[in-house]
Each structure stands twice: as C-alpha cells, then as structure tokens.
Nanobody
Framework: QVQLVESGGGSVQPGGSLRLSCAASGSIYSIYDMRWYRQAPGKERELVAAITNVGITNYQDSVKGRFTISRDNAKNTMYLQMNSLKPEDTAVYYC?????????WGQGTQVTVSS
C-alpha cells in the first residue's frame, strides 16, 4: 500500500501564490509517475500537471506559465508551485501516484482564490 498526504492548501487573493506538497510513503517502487488533479464544485476532476520518474513534465493549458510541478525522489515528495493564482483555480487539489503495482490518491487539499 501507498499513502499520499497533501499539504500547503489555503486561501489566497488573486495574483497570489501557494505551494502544494505531496508526501508519499509505504510500498513505493523505484519507477513511478506522479500527478496533480483538481476538482472544482460541480465539475469533473481534471488533470493539472504530471511528472514522470525522470522529470518529464506536462501541464494543462490553463496553468502553463503559472504552475510548476517538481519532485524530490529522495524524499518521495512532489510539489506544485502555483503563481498568479486566479479565482478559477479554486478547487480541491489531489495528489496521484501511478506505479505498475497500482495507483493511489491522496485525500485532497483545498485551494481557494478569492478577493
């Protein structure tokens, strides 16, 4: 089993920044991909950003240039630096890990962007 714990969510004004973290523990193997998803009220969960084991990244178009995904393999931790936040970024953000043995989700952390 793998446990994922997100942190770093909160409330911020438009234009502000937040940094999310996702710490993974448990039966983690050497090759795994990690992603950030988000779900706004009344909307489906959507992929925000992804990073492979070797650091190849991919972003949703709406966050390109504003968000940066990264990971520290030694700490089994993934990050999402979110800058220039907009009200439409308001959502619950979920950490996701995929490895050949299975896929796992965190519990989510709330991000609210409002003036």
């Amino acid at each position: 089993q793998v446990q994922l714990v997100e942190s770093g969510g909160g409330s911020v004004q438009p234009g502000g920044s937040l940094r999310l973290s996702c710490a993974a523990s448990g039966s983690i193997y050497s090759i795994y991909d990690m992603r950030w998803y988000r779900q706004a009220p009344g909307k489906e969960r959507e992929l925000v950003a992804a990073i492979t084991n070797v650091g190849i990244t991919n972003y949703q178009d709406s966050v390109k240039g504003r968000f940066t995904i990264s990971r520290d393999n030694a700490k089994n931790t993934m990050y999402l630096q979110m800058n220039s936040l907009k009200p439409e970024d308001t959502a619950v953000y979920y950490c996701y890990l995929w490895q050949t043995e299975g896929e796992y989700w965190g519990q989510g952390t709330q991000v609210t962007v409002s003036s």
